[in-house]
């Protein structure tokens, strides 16, 4: 296994940080392995830590009012989440489940504020994590009025960005999160395959070239 500072300096969001800042999280951060479907946290409860996967992938998931569940998204190794609910002193607004066999690191808010207040480098990297999920948030909100397609390719963008190339999502799961149907999904699927942008088979999507994501 790799030192700890070398693996947290491959987390987004700690990347470039000098040593003595990784040291600082390093003596901080509690590591824990999860099994398959086994539950880091629960929405509605009070959010005091920020989590990234070492090893393995998070879905987070909202129970809805007719008993379904809904995939919001899934979260693979060194990305930083829990961050806006931990800050605001909130409570999660999701359930986040390990999808396989994982590892993952929380580090108390409390603890990073105070590392965030001795070192401005800390303090910069996190602002602009924040800004960049707020940007995103305020894509996902105006995506409701875009087509299908748009909305399905956005969607598939997000996930590789946080996953990699492989995508393990039924074609349900990524209906609900595109907010469209199941079948509308697969048709739009189809054509994606067609044009050599994905390969899919049962659970599981493969990321070919689906292009960048045109600025805003």
């Excluded at 809904?70 to 800050?87: A, H, M, Q, R």
């Excluded at 990699?164 to 999904?185: F, P, Q, S, W």
Aim: hydrophobic share 40%; glycine share 6%; net charge neutral.
């Amino acid at each position: 296994m790799l030192p700890s500072k070398n693996y947290l300096n491959s987390v987004d969001v700690f990347k470039n940080l000098s040593p003595e800042v990784l040291q600082h999280l390093d003596n901080f951060k509690i590591e824990k392995r999860y099994e398959k479907n086994e539950v880091l946290n629960l929405e509605g409860e009070l959010a005091g830590d920020v989590w990234f996967v070492r090893m393995g992938r998070v879905r987070s998931v909202r129970h809805l009012s007719n008993g379904q569940d809904l995939i919001l998204t899934t979260i693979g190794p060194n990305i930083l989440f829990g961050v806006c609910c931990s800050f605001s002193e909130a409570k999660y607004h999701c359930d986040h489940v390990a999808d396989i066999d994982s590892v993952v690191v929380r580090v108390a808010v409390e603890n990073l504020k105070d590392i965030m207040s001795r070192h401005n480098e800390l303090a910069l990297s996190i602002i602009e994590n924040l800004s960049s999920r707020l940007h995103m948030a305020r894509r996902v909100q105006t995506m409701d009025h875009e087509k299908v397609e748009k909305r399905l390719m956005y969607t598939l963008r997000n996930l590789k960005a946080e996953v990699g190339d492989t995508i393990h999502l039924t074609k349900r799961e990524l209906a609900e999160m595109a907010g469209t149907t199941v079948e509308t999904c697969i048709r739009q699927m189809s054509i994606f395959e067609k044009k050599g942008l994905i390969t899919t088979s049962r659970g599981l999507i493969s990321v070919r070239n689906l292009g960048e994501e045109p600025k805003v």
